[in-house]
């Protein structure tokens, strides 16, 4: 996710036409051109497709490019109340699309502030009782972005969040930046919902070692191409390979060689030839292991 805002709930607003800007700068907003289509079909794990990046992509425009290549579904993550309505609303208009809904870590100080983080959790808890809502998330720890004084509310909110999940009987989706330890240990004391997954997993072999004894699945982001990301080669090459997931964090960390320009779910393909090329296995076998973990966590996007 992008800077914490100071959003709130408000029930009266249509889902469906609310729309977050990507700042722009000076860097290249084209879309990269389509990587070769996979043969066996693989799913987007977490997407932020209500934020604008590039230019010219609708949502239908978005689902089509990514089905032309093989990625046939995509698990669109929120991180505050409007941007988890959009995405229940698009997961229940779209069968390529399922959602996870939550209070982005970033976002819980600001509610807390405010006194409206219950509230606000509350409104999760209905978003999750929808049939095409299958994860909480993202929710977890930022220790890079928050500073001491806004860990209480984090901590607070990750816990409500953890609890929503196991009540839903719904995955859970982690973000966990710069907080290994502490998020580790506190899905051990509070005990971790049935289907955890980290997201744009950032840690190391080891903290990929104790993923894996604790049955919770990483889920890979286009960034494991970069070259500064040795650690994440590494956390890969130790994972069970029905553990992993594969996602872009789109619009965000848009992998080699088209590093700052926008991400999308149609460059999947991408970042899972070089998974497979790191792993010394065939790009259909990886597919299909990716595929089949996918649909284990969240379930048919068909239902």
């Not at 995509?74 to 959009?86: K, T």
């Not at 909480?136 to 409500?160: K, V, Y």
């Not at 998974?275 to 595929?291: F, H, K, T, Y």
Request: hydrophobic share 40%.
């Amino acid at each position: 996710m992008s800077e914490p805002r100071v959003p709130y709930p408000d029930a009266t607003a249509d889902p469906s036409q609310y729309v977050r800007t990507r700042e722009k700068g000076s860097r290249d907003v084209s879309y990269p051109d389509a990587p070769e289509p996979l043969a066996v079909p693989v799913y987007d794990n977490h997407a932020h497709l209500e934020i604008e990046d590039g230019v010219g992509l609708s949502l239908d425009d978005q689902l089509e490019r990514a089905g032309e290549v093989g990625v046939v579904g995509v698990v669109q993550a929120g991180g505050d109340i409007e941007s988890s309505r959009w995405s229940a609303w698009a997961a229940a208009s779209h069968p390529r699309i399922l959602a996870a809904v939550a209070i982005h870590p970033n976002e819980a100080p600001a509610y807390a502030e405010a006194g409206r983080l219950d509230e606000a959790i509350g409104v999760i808890d209905e978003l999750a009782a929808q049939p095409r809502v299958r994860a909480i998330g993202e929710t977890g720890l930022d220790f890079f972005r928050t500073d001491d004084g806004g860990r209480p509310a984090q901590f607070e909110s990750f816990e409500a969040h953890i609890a929503l999940a196991k009540k839903h009987g719904v995955a859970m989706q982690i973000h966990d930046r710069d907080a290994h330890e502490a998020v580790l240990q506190t899905l051990e004391r509070v005990g971790a919902p049935d289907r955890t997954v980290f997201h744009c997993f950032s840690g190391d072999a080891d903290m990929a070692r104790i993923a894996g004894e604790r049955g919770y699945w990483l889920s890979f982001a286009g960034n494991i191409t970069f070259k500064n990301a040795q650690n994440l080669r590494d956390a890969l090459a130790v994972i069970p390979r029905e553990r992993i997931l594969v996602e872009t964090d789109a619009p965000f960390l848009t992998p080699t060689p088209h590093r700052g320009r926008p991400n999308a779910p149609y460059l999947i393909p991408v970042t899972v030839r070089f998974m497979a090329a790191e792993l010394g296995v065939d790009v259909d076998e990886l597919s299909a292991q990716i595929a089949a973990n996918t649909l284990e966590v969240y379930g048919s996007f068909e239902d």
